[in-house]
Every structure is written in C-alpha cells, then in structure tokens.
C-alpha cells in the first residue's frame, strides 16, 4: 500500500522510523506547509517531496493518507482528504470540535472510504495481554479502573532541546495550548472503551494549577493542566482517569476485580509487564496476595506471559491494521465510530472546566476484536 504524509513535524519521524517493521506500506511521499522541512524530511527518509497538499492528493497512486499535522488542522485535512477520495488514518484528536468530528465520520461513510484515529497502543502487547485477562475472568467481575496519565512538570523540562531526526523541534507551544487532555487521554481511553464497550456519561473537572508556564514563547490559550474524570461504561465499569503536566511522571494502570488486581505501568510502552495480584480473605479484612496457581512468582506481583506479537514500539500498526482490513475487506479495528466515540469522551474531558461537568455520551460502536495473536 502506498501512503503519504500530511505534516513533517516532530511525531512524523517516529511515523517514518516505524516503517522498517512493514514492508507492505510504501512512503510515497510528504508535504508540509514549510516546504524546507519537507525537502529535508524526504531527503532524510528517501521519498518524495510534493509541492503543496493538492499536488499529493492529485496522486492517484496514494491510497492512503496520514494525518501528522497540528491538532487545530486535523479537521480541514482530513476533510480535504476523505473528499480527494483517500483512506485516513489521523493524530489525535480525530477533530477538536466535536460536530467536526461527526461530519468527518459521516464523510468517510458516505464516500465508503475508512477513518481511524491515533493511538494505536490497544493493538500492542501489553493492551492485549490485559484484554485477554479481561476476558478470561482472571480477577472476578471487575468494578473498577483507576487509569494515571500525568507526565510530570513538563513546563520545566528542557523541551528545547527535544529534536527529531531531521532536527525539528518537539513542539511545545501546541502541546500546551492543545492540551495534556487531548494529547494524552485517548491512550487508557481507547483501552477502556476496547475493554468495557461504549461509555455512557462522563463527569470531569479541569484546573489550570500553573497560570504562567514560563514557555520561551508565550501561550495563546492556557489549557487545564490538571483534569480528573469519572467514566461510567455500558457494562457497569466505573473508572477514574487523571491527566496532569504537574504530578509525577505515573502511568499505571489498575484493573480492580472481586478476586484481584490487574495492572501495567505504562501504556505508552507496548511491552510494559502486566501484572496481576489475587485477593483472599483473612477474618474480616481482604488482603492481596500473588498469584501462585498458574504463572511463576515475580515478587509481590505475577507478570503474566505477554500475548505475541510484533515486540517493537510501532507507530504503524494502525495503519498497517487498516491495510490488512482493507485488503480482507472488513471494517478496521481502530474504526471511524470506535475513533469518534473516543473522541467524544476525550472532550467531553478535555471541554470540563474549573466548574466541572457531566455529560452523557451520544456515540457508541461495534464489539473491538482483539488481535488473532492474542485470542485463547
């Protein structure tokens, strides 16, 4: 399948360097509003330049087409995308206002064209690995789900000096106008939603704890840096979710059960150990202990055998998953509901203020199938 890239920037180089793990996605080409970055990314991973997004999506050779641009242009690409006749598959978020979103879904429908969205992390080993626990019941009926994304004093850190292979700058001034929430959130969101089925309401609160960030260059919007959301999912789940830029770097996970834990540290990390811990009752008081039946002792917490699959961090394989979709003439697994309902709950966060809000969710999508490695 041959692909093409809207949008050089900073994630686009981990695009590019993903594409060694499949041969079956052919870069044909990139372009950029700053036409050196461009040259410079094609120079750099041998491919083409385009003159201007009309020259590419003029290509009919391009079947599929990556939305790597600023989240405020996701809309208005996409859009020129789906209506130029082109598959996408885009960042996150899917749009940043949620009718957008709708049409862009819409769209896609009409023209029988696929949509999906960023992040593709659910198709990884570690997603995988706690799903299938899920399934097989291994801590009771869970109740629960205590989810952590905070990424630390991330307007402290030296981002200035964060640069990509083709010497792009991490770009820090959109990420913090844009939003820990936005940027962030879809990574346990997408996971949950896989796992429990569609979100019925979302209950957020969101604060701006550091007014002034002190950034090289100042802020056009001031996004919260500190939000907290309740879940509530179809099939009873409840979760909480916390995104900040001011806690400790924490993303772990806890899956909470009538007969157990289950967990991982980091969903950013497709091969974060999972780990699981038993509950049993002495008198009156539930304590935890490992899991001693089936898999081996490692300390106060069992890893369970990770499901197999490709062990690299991949940022392709979502797209590599609606080419094979494609191509076997399904929907895709990471499809343009399942997108959108995401996108919806990750507003519907993002969108809570000082105030807080709740809401209930208007989307929902079809049953996610798991990856084949990563059945019984």
């Known amino acids: 399948m041959r692909i093409a890239f809207v949008g050089c920037g900073y994630v686009a180089s981990l695009y590019a360097r993903a594409l060694g793990v499949h041969p079956e996605l052919h870069l044909a080409g990139v372009t950029d509003l700053d036409v050196d970055r461009a040259r410079r990314f094609a120079d750099t991973y041998g491919t083409r330049a385009y003159a201007g997004i009309g020259q590419l999506l003029a290509d009919e050779s391009v079947n599929l087409v990556l939305n790597l641009t600023n989240p405020r242009s996701h809309y208005d690409v996409t859009l020129a995308c789906l209506e130029a006749g082109k598959h996408v598959y885009s960042e996150k978020p899917l749009a940043m206002d949620f009718a957008q979103a709708q049409e862009l879904v819409e769209t896609a429908e009409r023209r029988g064209l696929m949509l999906s969205a960023a992040p593709c992390s659910l198709l990884g080993e570690t997603a995988q690995t706690i799903w299938r626990a899920v399934r097989e019941n291994q801590v009771g009926p869970v109740r629960a789900v205590y989810a952590e994304l905070d990424d630390g004093l991330l307007h402290r850190m030296p981002y200035h000096l964060w640069l990509s292979e083709t010497g792009v700058p991490w770009p820090h001034k959109d990420e913090l106008e844009v939003g820990n929430v936005l940027e962030h959130?879809?990574?346990?969101?997408?996971?949950?939603?896989?796992?429990?089925?569609?979100?019925?309401?979302?209950?957020?609160?969101?604060?701006?704890?550091?007014?002034?960030?002190?950034?090289?260059?100042?802020?056009?919007?001031?996004?919260?840096?500190?939000?907290?959301?309740?879940?509530?999912?179809?099939?009873?789940?409840?979760?909480?979710?916390?995104?900040?830029?001011?806690?400790?770097?924490?993303?772990?996970?806890?899956?909470?059960?009538?007969?157990?834990?289950?967990?991982?540290?980091?969903?950013?990390?497709?091969?974060?150990p999972v780990w699981i811990r038993r509950r049993f009752k002495i008198r009156r008081r539930v304590m935890l202990t490992p899991w001693r039946r089936r898999y081996p002792l490692a300390g106060k917490r069992n890893k369970l055998p990770m499901c197999k699959g490709n062990t690299r961090m991949d940022w392709l394989r979502g797209v590599a998953e609606m080419k094979q979709a494609l191509d076997e003439r399904r929907q895709c697994r990471l499809s343009a509901e399942f997108s959108l309902h995401v996108c919806e709950i990750v507003l519907a966060i993002s969108n809570a203020g000082a105030e807080g809000h709740s809401c209930r969710m208007t989307t929902a999508f079809d049953p996610v199938e798991p990856m084949p490695w990563a059945r019984a």
Do not use: M
């Open 185 to 272: 959130a879809a990574y346990y969101v997408s996971w949950l939603a896989a796992f429990f089925g569609p979100a019925v309401s979302v209950t957020a609160y969101g604060s701006v704890q550091v007014p002034d960030k002190l950034t090289v260059e100042p802020l056009d919007r001031v996004s919260p840096d500190l939000s907290v959301a309740c879940i509530r999912f179809e099939s009873g789940v409840s979760a909480r979710l916390t995104c900040s830029i001011i806690g400790p770097h924490n993303h772990t996970l806890q899956i909470i059960g009538d007969d157990g834990i289950l967990g991982t540290n980091d969903c950013w990390n497709y091969r974060s």
